[in-house]
């Protein structure tokens, strides 16, 4: 598996947040204001606040751009682990954030995903604590974190999963 730099890792998911935007435009008239330069936001973990039709609520929205090939979701438990035992550090972006909906963008693979984030919360935590799904420790260097890896097949099967979209690229371009 190839490990990013976190700065690197931070290009490419921006990379993927343009055409997340763009999509949901364009399938469901979401109306998206740019929240990651936010303190409130960042501590919140939400990358856009977003508005559907006349309706003004703002709900938040966490953004995760993947570009491996989608056999498995990477479901991160712990993030920046501090010392030598896996299970030690900070909530993982999964669980911290506030988002109402989380969209997982495989952009090479041209599918989105989209969750209802408190149900992908309760399933990344029941996953965890059952040991169903293997658990990988990733570290490059500068950044460690403990996820769980779903199969994208079962992960596709949940009931927090509100929308799936495989044909972005046809919607991007259309």
Same mark, same amino acid.
């Given at each position: ?35 990651? #330069? ?12 977003? *508005? ?8 938040? #929205? ?7 090939? @989608? ?13 030598? $035992? ?23 693979? $041209? ?20 040991g169903k799904y293997r658990q990988v420790e990733i570290d490059n260097?500068?950044?460690?974190? #403990?996820?769980?890896?779903? @199969? ?9 999963? *509100?929308?799936?979209? !495989? !044909?972005?690229?046809?919607? #991007? !371009?259309?």
């Open positions: 598996m190839t490990i990013h730099n976190m700065h690197d890792s931070l290009i490419k998911g921006g990379e993927g947040e343009p055409e997340v935007i763009a999509i949901l435009e364009k399938q469901f008239g979401i109306l998206c204001r740019d929240v990651r #330069l936010d303190p409130q936001a960042q501590k919140d973990d939400i990358d856009y606040y977003y *508005t559907i039709g006349n309706n003004p609520t703002e709900h938040g #929205l966490e953004i995760k751009t993947d570009f491996y090939f @989608p056999k498995n979701v990477a479901l991160e438990v712990i993030s920046t682990i501090q010392s030598t $035992n896996p299970y030690k550090g900070t909530e993982g972006c999964i669980l911290k954030t506030k988002s109402d909906r989380l969209a997982y963008y495989f952009i090479k693979h $041209n599918k989105l995903i989209m969750c209802e984030t408190k149900g992908l919360q309760k399933f990344t935590l029941d996953a965890w604590k059952s260097g500068t950044w460690r974190a #403990l996820v769980i890896l779903v @199969p994208v097949k079962e992960f596709e099967q949940q009931k927090f999963i *509100t929308k799936i979209i !495989n !044909n972005t690229k046809e919607i #991007l !371009n259309g």
